[in-house]
């Protein structure tokens, strides 16, 4: 069993930034994705960016050239760098693990952009 632990949110200035990790623990096959999704109040859960075992990331066009995801294997880790942020990124983020018939989820963290 996967268990994913979130931290790194709280509340920052427009423009500001913050950085997001995801630990990871438990048993995590060779091939895998992991993501990041956030939920702002009233709005669907949206997947932010994510990674694949191999390396390769995407974004949302809305964070593209923002947010940075990363990850770091021997820590089982994955960062979410966000820079420059706004007033709409904030929202409930989640980190979600996918790997053969697994679909884990983090508890989530919250993000506030305000000045």
């Known amino acids: 069993q996967v268990q994913l632990v979130e931290s790194g949110g709280g509340l920052v200035q427009p423009g500001g930034s913050l950085r997001l990790s995801c630990a990871a623990s438990?048993?995590?096959?060779?091939?895998?994705?992991m993501g990041w999704y956030r939920q702002a109040p009233g709005k669907q859960r949206e997947l932010v960016a994510s990674?694949?075992?191999?390396?390769?990331?995407g974004y949302a066009d809305s964070v593209k050239g923002r947010f940075t995801i990363s990850r770091d294997n021997v820590k089982n880790t994955v960062y979410l760098q966000m820079n420059s942020l706004k007033p709409e990124d904030t929202a409930v983020y989640y980190c979600?693990?996918?790997?053969?018939?697994?679909?884990?989820w983090g508890q989530g963290t919250l993000v506030t952009v305000s000045s």
């Open positions: 979600n693990l996918r790997s053969g018939a697994l679909n884990a």
């Open positions: 438990g048993t995590i096959f060779a091939f895998y994705v």
């Open positions: 990674i694949i075992s191999s390396g390769s990331t």
